[in-house]
């Protein structure tokens, strides 16, 4: 039997810290379920930014963002949102805003550090959340985070199982690749900016070419790809807050990355997956 493990990445296999600040109060959320908090409202949407962390840095701090990020031709991806909205419409807002400043991520990219650059891996991951009735950038959004204690560990003995790995998350690409590369997964088997109902299809078109297809995720944008999947994984490693229906949805509850290894071994039987 063949298999393939699709992990989600910020909750799942790093252990993440997240800041949002709103631009009009400026209060300061650390440590935030961004998703979550993109959810709460059927108007938010939150995106990713191509931005680097050091450049932002050192641009002007009261420049509008949204002429830094035209000026720099930076562009976005769409991590979750709760309503279909054309890629243009999200551009016009991003690109017209006339109310965050640079500052207002240069805030949260520097919340983040302080709390994980004694890590020996940091991947950090800078966006917005967009406000479609505004409209405009509501909040400034930074994540980073480092593998969880045993995650390099439970992909080598997947590995070792010839069981095919798989990373589906709202993350940009470049971010992603340097977990991949650190865990061992190959590059092109990493999907970035992957929407909840983009992580579904990933799953859904796996299922064509392997006999059983498990998902690992720990949030709520993880649960359309949890119904499509054959078998479904909540961890609950970095958080035990979970909803009801994402719980519901899930076949096995963990407390651990590694714990999704004797799982997979009892999907498989006697261990080994044939290729």
Same mark, same amino acid.
């Given at each position: 039997?063949?298999?393939? !493990?699709?992990?989600? @990445?910020?909750?799942?296999?790093?252990?993440?810290?997240? *800041?949002?600040?709103?631009?009009?109060?400026?209060?300061?959320?650390?440590?935030?379920?961004?998703?979550?908090?993109?959810?709460?409202?059927?108007?938010?949407?939150?995106?990713?930014?191509?931005?680097?962390?050091?450049?932002?840095?050192?641009?002007? &701090?009261?420049?509008?963002? @949204?002429?830094?990020?035209?000026?720099? /031709? %930076?562009?976005?991806?769409? @991590?979750?949102?709760?309503?279909?909205? &054309?890629?243009?419409?999200?551009?016009?807002?991003?690109?017209?805003?006339? *109310?965050?400043?640079?500052?207002?991520?240069?805030?949260?990219?520097?919340?983040?550090?302080?709390?994980?650059?004694?890590?020996?891996?940091?991947?950090?991951?800078?966006?917005?959340?967009?406000?479609?009735?505004?409209?405009?950038?509501?909040?400034?959004?930074?994540?980073?985070?480092?593998?969880?204690?045993?995650? =390099? /560990?439970?992909?080598?003995?997947?590995?070792?199982?010839?069981?095919?790995?798989?990373?589906?998350?709202?993350?940009?690409?470049?971010?992603?690749? =340097?977990?991949?590369?650190?865990?061992?997964?190959?590059?092109?088997?990493?999907?970035?900016?992957?929407? &909840? @109902?983009? =992580?579904?299809?990933? !799953?859904?078109?796996? =299922?064509?070419?392997?006999?059983?297809?498990?998902?690992?995720?720990?949030?709520?944008?993880?649960?359309?790809?949890?119904?499509?999947?054959?078998?479904?994984?909540?961890?609950?490693?970095?958080?035990?807050?979970?909803?009801?229906?994402?719980?519901?949805?899930?076949?096995? %509850? %963990?407390?651990?990355?590694?714990?999704?290894? &004797?799982?997979?071994?009892?999907?498989?039987?006697?261990?080994?997956?044939?290729?």
């Amino acid at each position: 039997m063949s298999i393939a !493990v699709v992990f989600d @990445s910020a909750g799942t296999l790093l252990r993440s810290y997240r *800041t949002a600040r709103d631009v009009v109060t400026g209060e300061l959320l650390s440590d935030v379920e961004t998703t979550v908090l993109t959810c709460l409202d059927s108007s938010r949407v939150l995106i990713a930014l191509n931005a680097h962390s050091r450049d932002v840095i050192a641009a002007p &701090p009261d420049q509008l963002l @949204s002429t830094y990020l035209c000026d720099r /031709e %930076i562009g976005f991806g769409v @991590s979750c949102l709760r309503q279909v909205v &054309p890629q243009e419409h999200l551009a016009r807002i991003l690109y017209q805003d006339e *109310t965050a400043r640079v500052e207002d991520l240069q805030t949260c990219i520097r919340d983040v550090w302080r709390t994980l650059k004694e890590e020996s891996l940091v991947v950090m991951d800078s966006g917005a959340i967009l406000n479609l009735s505004r409209p405009g950038i509501e909040f400034t959004v930074t994540a980073g985070g480092r593998p969880f204690e045993g995650a =390099k /560990e439970a992909m080598a003995d997947l590995h070792a199982m010839g069981v095919a790995t798989y990373i589906a998350s709202g993350d940009r690409a470049a971010k992603l690749e =340097k977990i991949a590369d650190h865990l061992g997964i190959p590059r092109d088997q990493v999907h970035g900016i992957a929407t &909840p @109902s983009i =992580k579904a299809q990933i !799953v859904d078109d796996l =299922k064509h070419c392997y006999d059983t297809v498990v998902m690992v995720g720990d949030g709520i944008n993880d649960l359309q790809a949890f119904t499509k999947a054959d078998v479904a994984i909540l961890s609950e490693q970095q958080s035990r807050q979970k909803p009801k229906k994402l719980c519901d949805a899930a076949d096995y %509850i %963990i407390g651990n990355v590694s714990d999704v290894v &004797p799982i997979v071994r009892d999907l498989c039987g006697d261990g080994i997956v044939s290729i």
